[in-house]
């Protein structure tokens, strides 16, 4: 059975510019969350995926962005990048459509750091 | 407005001996509570959870406490093991179900 995995590991962009991370869910979810987690802070909720519909949003605007595909992988996306956008971004997949309290699988994180 | 607060950014015990994280929370609709702990280059992993109907959860040799009233939880580890040491967050369900609202974490560091 293959973890939940996300590309790149590491990542540098400069202000103004857009970035794609990607996530693959483990086998047999169907539901994938986001989560934005800077330095010394816990992760916050960007949003989730269920069966290719955004089945809920925490506090991010819009230029924050998702896909989720038919294999139920999933990538964010992030339009005019701030020097605050920088964090750890992390893709975290579950078997149970939106229940939080579902054990969440997370993959290792994909490092942003914004020039 | 942070609803979920763990306010020691790091912990020291001794090997062998018994490690309490402690967090706290402001929203009195969470019905869920996680802990996940993580260790560097790597996501977070779930370790324990436990429902508002209940007051004390274990497994192994972590058990987590729930005190309402004080809208404080606890996670016990004992024994201590020189493999517990990691980043420690409480998290819990949030109104709308289908996120987790997550406090900033604690460093335990078990020393041998």
């Known amino acids: 059975e293959t973890g939940v995995t996300q590309s790149p590991t590491h990542l540098i962009k400069t202000r103004g510019q857009q970035v794609t991370l990607r996530c693959s869910s483990q086998s047999g979810h169907n539901t994938v969350s986001w989560y934005q987690q800077a330095l010394g802070q816990g992760p916050q909720f960007i949003f989730q995926y269920y069966r290719e519909e955004e089945n809920g949003r925490g506090n991010f605007p819009p230029r924050f962005s998702g896909l989720q595909f038919p294999n139920y992988s999933s990538e964010l996306n992030v339009n005019a990048l701030e020097l605050d956008d920088s964090a750890l971004y992390l893709c975290?997949?579950?078997?149970?459509?939106?229940?939080?309290?579902?054990?969440?699988?997370f993959g290792p994180g994909t490092r942003l750091t914004v020039l | 407005d942070q609803q979920v607060k763990q306010n020691s950014p790091s912990l020291s015990v001794q090997e062998g001996r018994i490690s309490i994280l402690n967090c706290d929370y402001t929203?009195?609709?969470?019905?869920?509570f996680l802990w996940y702990k993580k260790y560097p280059a790597e996501g977070p992993t779930f370790l324990i959870s436990i429902s508002s109907i209940k007051d004390k959860n274990e497994d192994g040799r972590f058990t987590v406490f729930l005190n309402k009233s004080a809208k404080h939880l606890s996670l016990h580890i004992v024994p201590s093991q020189p493999g517990d040491s990691a980043v420690y967050f409480c998290a819990a369900s949030g109104d709308s179900n289908y996120q987790l609202i997550w406090g900033a974490g604690t460093k335990l560091i078990i020393k041998p």
């Open positions: 975290a997949s579950s078997a149970n459509q939106g229940r939080s309290y579902n054990e969440q699988f």
């Open positions: 929203n009195s609709m969470f019905d869920y």
